[in-house]
C-alpha cells in the first residue's frame, strides 16, 4: 500500500475529509475498445537519445538544430532547441510566433525544452535570443517544418481499424485522394473537405509509421511518423455509421481482443425471432441484409459461440460495426486461446529525463526550492511522475515506490526519473513533498508539482531528455457546491466532489488532495486545498471540477455523477448541478423471475436528459455478459430469444441468478446514428447514472 496523503498544516484547516491509504496500480485486460490510460508495462528496449551537432560553433550565440525537426502545424509537441550561448531568460521563436514563456525551459547554453507553437505548413525559421538583448539573436533558417498534415488520434493498436481524420493545412483533397499508412491503403475514405478526410487504419506492426496522401492528380505528400501503432487505443472504433436505414444493412463483426474478423457469427435484424432476419458473418465477418421494410429502424443482435452477446436497439443507419469479447472459460479453449491476463500485452514506451527546480544558479542543480524541509529522521522528500488520465473523477494513486524521486538521484540541472507508459503523444506531470513511511499508513504530503506536454512516446524505445520544472506551488482552495440528485430508497447518501487539472484534450493530472466527501443532505459546499495556480509549466490549463453521488463508503451503486465543469480561478465558488436521476429496473422485477426477452426501466422526473440506455446482463457468475444498447426514449426493450438458436456459450443467458447493470447517460450533442464505442463507457458520457439488479433466469 502506498502512503496516504495530506497537506501542510497551515493549509489543513481548510480541508473536508480524511486521507486515505492509497493502492498501487494493477494491470488489467486490454481490448480494442477500451479508452486510453492504460496500465504501464515493464520492457528491455533500446533508448533514442538526442543528436547532438558535432561540428563546432562558430557564432557565440546561434541556433544548430531542433529535435525532432518537424511536427504538426496545430503544434503542442515537446522539441529542444540545441545552439549556443543561452541563457536562463532566452526567448524562442518558430517563424513569427513567439513561444510562451511558460513553454520555454532552458536547460543549459546549449540547450532549451520548448512546446512547439501552431503554424503555417511548410518550413520556419528557429531563433532565440536572451531577453531584451538583440545582440544575442541567433536564427536557424528553416529549423522546423510544420506537417502539410496531421492525423487525429495519431496512434492505434496494430490490429487496425481505429478511425483518424487527417486535417490539412493549404492541401487540395477530393474525392480521387488515397491515403496509405506505412504504404498499406486506409480503409472507407471519406473527404470531408479539400482540408479534413477520415479513413479507418489498415493493421500494422508496432512503431511510428508515415502517412502518405496522394490525390487525384498524382501529387504525394508524406509525413514522417504521422501514425503510431502500438497497444494503446482511444476507444473511438465500431457502432452506428452510414446512411439512414432504409432497404440494405450492413454487419460488420469483430474480435475485441484481436481486431481480427469473426466468422459464423449469427447476427439477427429484429426483436422477435418469429419475424427477424437471421443471417451468418461470412469469412470477412460480414453479412448483409436486404429486404424492403428493413428501415426507418431495426434492432441488431450478434451471437456467437463463446462470445458475448450484443445488442443494439432501434439501429436508425445501414451500417453496424460489432467487437464481441470473447468468452474466458476453459470450454472455449478449442476456440483458441484465451486473450491473456494480468497486463496489457505489445510494446510500451520509455520515456527518462529530470525534475527541474529553480532557485540556483543559473543552468546548475537547485534544491527543492519549495518543498519545506523535512522535521524528523523519518521524513523525506520525494517526487512522484504521473501520465495524464482518461477521467477526472478517479482517486490520486501513488506510482510503485520504486518510482520515487528523491535528492539522492543523478542528474546535472535536476534530478533523474524514468518510466514506461503507452506509445503515442504523452503527457507527464510530478509532485513533489515529504513522505513518512514510518506512520501507520505511511503519508505523502505534497507541496509542488509541474508539467510536460506533447512528448512523442515510440513502441519499444526510450524518449530521453525530457524535463519537468516543478515550479507550481500546492498552496490554493476551491470551494464546490453540489446540487445532488434526488435520493432513493437504495440510494445514494454521499457526494464525493474533485477537482483535477485538464491539460487541453490530452487529459487530466489528478492532485492528490483533489477530492473530498460529505453525507446527504448537504450542509455546506466543498473546500478542497492543495491546488495550484495555472502559472508556469501549468498556464494554459484549466481546472475541471465533478461531483459523484454514491453509495456507502466504498462509493458503490446507486450512483449519479455529472460531467466536467470548466473554470481557470479559484476565486469563485463552483456549482455543480444536472445530474442524471438513478434509474430503476421495473421489468423484471428486483429478485424476480425474468424471460430473458423483455426488460423495462425508469426514473425519477428532472434532472439532464438520458440520451443513451445501457444493459449489462450477466449470468454464469460473470462468465457471460450481454451488453444492450438503447437510444433515448426506449424505456423497454425487446430482445431475441437467443436461448433457443443455441446452448452454446454466449448464446444467451445462462440459467441461474442474473446481475443487470443499468447505465442512464447523458451525452451533448449526441447523434444515435454516429454511436461509437467510446460512447458505450463513461469517458464518453458528460454526465451518468447507474444502479444494479438482481434477476433470475
Excluded at 508496432?206 to 482511444?234: C, E, I, M
Excluded at 510494446?347 to 526550492?369: K, N
Excluded at 510530478?430 to 504530503?445: H, M, R, T, W, Y
Aim: glycine fraction near 12%; charge should be negative.
Amino acid at each position: 500500500m502506498g502512503p496516504s496523503l495530506r497537506f501542510p498544516a497551515l493549509l489543513l484547516t481548510l480541508a473536508l475529509g480524511a486521507t486515505g491509504c492509497l493502492a498501487r496500480g494493477q494491470g488489467t485486460l486490454h481490448r480494442q475498445t477500451d479508452s486510453d490510460g492504460g496500465p504501464s508495462i515493464n520492457f528491455d528496449a533500446g533508448t533514442v537519445s538526442d543528436a547532438a551537432n558535432e561540428l563546432p560553433p562558430t557564432d557565440p550565440h546561434a541556433v544548430l538544430g531542433v529535435d525532432p525537426p518537424h511536427g504538426p502545424f496545430n503544434g503542442g509537441q515537446l522539441a529542444l532547441v540545441r545552439g549556443n550561448g543561452f541563457t536562463s531568460a532566452a526567448r524562442v521563436w518558430f517563424g513569427q510566433t513567439e513561444v510562451p514563456k511558460s513553454d520555454v525551459v532552458p536547460i543549459d547554453p546549449g540547450r532549451i525544452q520548448v512546446v512547439v507553437p501552431p503554424g503555417q505548413a511548410g518550413p520556419v525559421d528557429v531563433s532565440v535570443q536572451n531577453g531584451s538583448d538583440t545582440s544575442t539573436r541567433g536564427t536557424l533558417t528553416g529549423g522546423y517544418t510544420y506537417d502539410a498534415f496531421y492525423a487525429d488520434p495519431a496512434s492505434g493498436p496494430t490490429s487496425g481499424g481505429t478511425l483518424v481524420t487527417l486535417h490539412g493545412s493549404g492541401t487540395k483533397w477530393d474525392a480521387g485522394t488515397d491515403v496509405r499508412i506505412d504504404l498499406k491503403p486506409c480503409q472507407n475514405i471519406s473527404v470531408q473537405s479539400p482540408t479534413e478526410l477520415s479513413c479507418a487504419t489498415p493493421p500494422g506492426t508496432p512503431g511510428a509509421k508515415t502517412v502518405r496522401v496522394t490525390t487525384s492528380d498524382g501529387t504525394s505528400t508524406d509525413v514522417l511518423d504521422g501514425f503510431t501503432y502500438g497497444n494503446s487505443d482511444n476507444g473511438f472504433k465500431g457502432g452506428l455509421s452510414g446512411a439512414s436505414l432504409q432497404q440494405s444493412l450492413e454487419v460488420l463483426v469483430l474480435d475485441n481482443y484481436s481486431g481480427n474478423a469473426i466468422p459464423g457469427a449469427t447476427v439477427i435484424a429484429g426483436d422477435d425471432l418469429s419475424t427477424a432476419i437471421v443471417h451468418q458473418t461470412d469469412g470477412a465477418g460480414v453479412t448483409q441484409f436486404q429486404a424492403p421494410n428493413l428501415g426507418p429502424k431495426r434492432s441488431v443482435t450478434v451471437a456467437m459461440k463463446c462470445f458475448q452477446p450484443q445488442t443494439f436497439v432501434d439501429v436508425p443507419v445501414d451500417t453496424v460495426t460489432v467487437y464481441l469479447d470473447p468468452v474466458l472459460a476453459p470450454a472455449c479453449a478449442s476456440q483458441g486461446d484465451p486473450p491473456p491476463v494480468g497486463g496489457t500485452p505489445g510494446y510500451a514506451a520509455g520515456i527518462s529525463g529530470q525534475l527541474v527546480w529553480t532557485g540556483g544558479q543559473e543552468f546548475q542543480r537547485a534544491g527543492w526550492t519549495n518543498v519545506p524541509k523535512p522535521k524528523s529522521a523519518d521524513e523525506k522528500l520525494v517526487a512522484y511522475v504521473l501520465p495524464l488520465r482518461g477521467d477526472p473523477t478517479q482517486p490520486f494513486q501513488l506510482p510503485s515506490s520504486t518510482q520515487a524521486v528523491t535528492p539522492a538521484a543523478s542528474g546535472d540541472v535536476g534530478y533523474a526519473y524514468s518510466l514506461s507508459t503507452t506509445p503515442g503523444n504523452q503527457s507527464l506531470y510530478a509532485v513533489a513533498g515529504i513522505e513518512n513511511d514510518k506512520l501507520s499508513p505511511p503519508q505523502f504530503f505534497a507541496y509542488a508539482m509541474g508539467l510536460a506536454k506533447g512528448i512523442s512516446a515510440k513502441p519499444g524505445v526510450t524518449t530521453t531528455n525530457v524535463y519537468i520544472p516543478i515550479d507550481a506551488p500546492l498552496d490554493h482552495a476551491i470551494q464546490i457546491a453540489v446540487k445532488p440528485p434526488q435520493a432513493t430508497p437504495r440510494g445514494p447518501d454521499r457526494v464525493r466532489a474533485a477537482v483535477a487539472v485538464r491539460v487541453g484534450e490530452l487529459g487530466y493530472a489528478l492532485l492528490p488532495s483533489g477530492q473530498a466527501t460529505g453525507l446527504l443532505p448537504l450542509s455546506s459546499p466543498f473546500d478542497l486545498v492543495g491546488v495550484p495556480p495555472l502559472v508556469g509549466s501549468l498556464a494554459g490549463t484549466q481546472y475541471v471540477t465533478t461531483a459523484s453521488a454514491v453509495t456507502g463508503a466504498t462509493a458503490t451503486t446507486p450512483l449519479s455523477v455529472v460531467g466536467l465543469t470548466v473554470s481557470t480561478t479559484t476565486n469563485q465558488t463552483v456549482m455543480l448541478d444536472g445530474f442524471v436521476e438513478v434509474p430503476k429496473l421495473t421489468q423484471p422485477a428486483t429478485n424476480g423471475s425474468w424471460n430473458a426477452q423483455d426488460l423495462a426501466v425508469d426514473w425519477l422526473p428532472g434532472g439532464a436528459s438520458v440520451d443513451l440506455t445501457l444493459y449489462d446482463i450477466e449470468s454464469g457468475g460473470g462468465l457471460v455478459a450481454w451488453t444492450v444498447v438503447a437510444p433515448a426514449g426506449d424505456r423497454s426493450v425487446r430482445l431475441p430469444d437467443l436461448a433457443s438458436l443455441s446452448s452454446d456459450l454466449g448464446f444467451g443467458v445462462i440459467p441461474g441468478p442474473v446481475s443487470i447493470t443499468i447505465s442512464a447517460a447523458h451525452i451533448k450533442s449526441f447523434d444515435y446514428g454516429s454511436l461509437t464505442y467510446h460512447q458505450l463507457g463513461k469517458y464518453g458520457w458528460d454526465a451518468y447514472a447507474r444502479d444494479v439488479f438482481n434477476a433470475h433466469f
